[in-house]
């Protein structure tokens, strides 16, 4: 490279999702807002909470993109965060060193974050759960990174095989992460609520002895399957 790179390369406006828009949102399941979308949103499914105890938030994506074993970039999300953001970073899944580690984790409760997830590795995961901030990550090594960049904040990234934009809503849980795109929320808000009471009606159901779908008992009695038995 001729020319060295910004160390940081920052967006720091963007528009935020208003209040309204996350409260709608507040208290759903990962899994429900899924079906809201058509099946897709979650990350990898490798990136789970460090404590399963204290999984569940919801807020705004403060984006971030490091290099493999580096933070710096989400050192610098951490000067620019505000009360409400989720700082996601993406770190190429890179598992040989954590990028977040419990001092991370404090600092970020101290500004208002409201959790922490990246696709990449953790550490101190004892503080890690003393912070009582949701962390969520691809695992845990005690191998320490850098804080070299060069790197991005507040811009697309792709993290756990999702593409994310500054603003989007990050939703957590015990069982992952979803992202929520802000341009779609208002269509995903009304879906929700459509999913939510067919849920209940089909868990009402099985709570009064159904056993099997209809529509798969109808297609198991048609041509389109074959018995060999």
């Known amino acids: 490279m001729i020319v060295d790179p910004p160390l940081l ?34 990350l990898d499914a490798a990136i789970k ?7 569940s938030f919801i807020g705004t994506a403060l984006t971030c993109e490091t290099g493999p074993s580096d ?19 993406a770190s190429d899944a890179f598992t040989g060193a954590a990028v977040i580690g419990d001092n991370v ?17 953790a550490r101190d995961s004892a503080g890690i759960v003393g912070a009582g901030l949701p962390l969520f990550a691809r ?27 500054a603003g989007d809503v990050i939703v957590g849980d015990v069982d992952g992460v979803v992202v929520v795109p802000r341009l779609r929320l208002d269509a995903v808000v009304a879906r929700l609520a459509e999913v939510l009471v ?6 009402a159901r099985i709570a009064n002895g159904l056993g099997s779908l209809e529509a798969i008992e109808a297609l198991m009695r048609s041509e389109r399957v074959r018995y060999i038995d």
């Open 49 to 55: 909470p460090v404590d399963p105890r204290n999984a």
């Open 105 to 121: 984790a404090m600092m970020a409760r101290n500004r208002g974050v409201v959790a922490l997830v990246t696709d990449g590795m």
């Open 71 to 89: 933070n710096l970039a989400i050192m610098g999300a951490l000067a620019i965060a505000e009360p409400g953001d989720v700082i996601i970073a």
């Open 139 to 165: 695992g845990i090594t005690p191998n320490s990174c850098m804080r070299s960049g060069p790197g991005r904040i507040g811009l697309p990234i792709l993290c756990g095989g999702v593409a994310i934009e």
């Open 198 to 203: 067919a849920e209940q009606a089909l868990q």
């Open 9 to 42: 390369t920052v967006r720091r406006n963007f528009q935020r999702p208003g209040a309204a828009s996350l409260q709608a949102l507040a208290g759903a399941q990962t899994g429900h807002l899924v079906d809201a979308m058509e099946g897709r949103g979650a």
